[in-house]
């Protein structure tokens, strides 16, 4: 079994953040903390998986409650020079069983982390400590990617999710166990004869739509709404990710 903690170590932590792009950019946070805040409605709420700060910091400054759990101590201490523990409560722990609290009208799970966790029962676990977690009628709101086995060609077992200047993301699959290997390789754009480059691998459990939803039923939630994104665009059959809303029932 994988460490998902010696992954997300120091390295990882000092590396993480991106200000102004990528998954930092405005027009990627602002309408995920826009929505995040709707469906909080003013009460608290939790972040599994909080990481550096990334959401819950412009989600706190936007006046919702925020406390969250993270498995790395790294990236909790990078979130610590961001935001103090009485801005921003955080449980260093499993997402599958550590408790920050009771009683919150929303938790959220986003950037694909669900899939972290590379079993299905890992992953049923994370929806019902959600459930745990939250009111009666709270929310759980997840982010994930579709996978993308449309891709692969015949007697191929990867594909080239990104081909940019300096950087390569490339998924290796295994359609039995539903298991995607992400390497990302980093480079000097420039040809100057040097072979030097950085290569990091993450592991992950993909997850279908349907098989969500079966999983959110199993902890007691219902499906409130799927969008294509945070900024509720309508999923369809092409898009590449979704975010999902469910409803303890």
Same mark, same amino acid.
């Given at each position: 079994?994988?460490?998902?903690? $010696?992954?997300?170590?120091?390295?990882?932590?000092?590396?993480?953040?991106?200000?102004?792009?990528? /998954?930092?950019?405005?027009?990627?946070?602002?309408?995920?903390?826009?929505?995040?805040?709707?469906?909080?409605?003013?009460? $608290?709420?939790?972040?599994?998986?909080?990481?550096?700060?990334?959401?819950?910091? /412009?989600?706190?400054?936007?006046?919702?409650?925020?406390?969250?759990?993270?498995?790395?101590?790294?990236?909790?201490?990078?979130?610590? &020079?961001?935001?103090?523990?009485?801005?921003?409560?955080?449980?260093?722990?499993?997402?599958?069983?550590?408790?920050?609290?009771?009683?919150?009208?929303?938790?959220?799970?986003?950037?694909?982390?669900?899939?972290?966790?590379?079993?299905?029962?890992?992953?049923?676990?994370?929806? $019902?400590?959600?459930?745990?977690?939250?009111?009666?009628?709270?929310?759980?709101?997840?982010?994930?990617?579709?996978?993308?086995?449309?891709?692969?060609?015949?007697?191929?077992?990867?594909?080239?999710?990104?081909?940019?200047?300096?950087?390569?993301?490339?998924?290796?699959?295994?359609?039995?166990?539903?298991?995607?290997?992400?390497?990302?390789?980093?480079?000097? /754009?420039?040809?100057?004869?040097?072979? &030097?480059?950085?290569?990091?691998?993450? /592991?992950?459990?993909?997850?279908?739509?349907?098989?969500?939803?079966?999983?959110?039923?199993?902890?007691?939630? &219902?499906?409130?709404?799927?969008?294509?994104?945070?900024?509720?665009?309508?999923?369809?059959?092409?898009?590449?990710?979704?975010?999902?809303?469910?409803?303890?029932?």
């Amino acid at each position: 079994m994988v460490d998902q903690s $010696r992954l997300w170590d120091e390295h990882a932590a000092a590396t993480y953040d991106t200000p102004g792009q990528g /998954p930092f950019a405005p027009e990627v946070l602002g309408p995920t903390v826009e929505l995040l805040a709707d469906l909080a409605a003013g009460g $608290r709420a939790v972040e599994f998986a909080i990481g550096t700060g990334r959401v819950a910091i /412009p989600l706190r400054e936007a006046d919702v409650e925020v406390a969250g759990i993270e498995l790395s101590a790294p990236m909790i201490a990078r979130l610590r &020079e961001k935001a103090d523990e009485d801005a921003i409560p955080v449980v260093h722990g499993d997402m599958t069983t550590a408790s920050a609290g009771e009683g919150f009208t929303l938790a959220y799970l986003v950037f694909n982390t669900i899939s972290n966790l590379l079993t299905q029962e890992q992953q049923v676990q994370c929806f $019902r400590n959600a459930a745990r977690h939250l009111a009666p009628g709270g929310r759980f709101v997840i982010e994930l990617w579709v996978p993308q086995l449309r891709s692969l060609a015949p007697g191929h077992g990867g594909t080239v999710e990104v081909s940019e200047p300096g950087y390569l993301l490339v998924d290796t699959y295994d359609t039995l166990a539903q298991h995607v290997i992400s390497h990302h390789v980093r480079f000097d /754009p420039v040809v100057d004869g040097s072979r &030097e480059a950085q290569i990091d691998r993450t /592991p992950h459990r993909y997850v279908w739509p349907s098989e969500l939803d079966l999983m959110a039923q199993l902890a007691g939630f &219902e499906r409130e709404n799927r969008w294509a994104g945070f900024d509720r665009s309508e999923f369809t059959a092409e898009s590449r990710s979704y975010v999902t809303v469910y409803r303890l029932t």
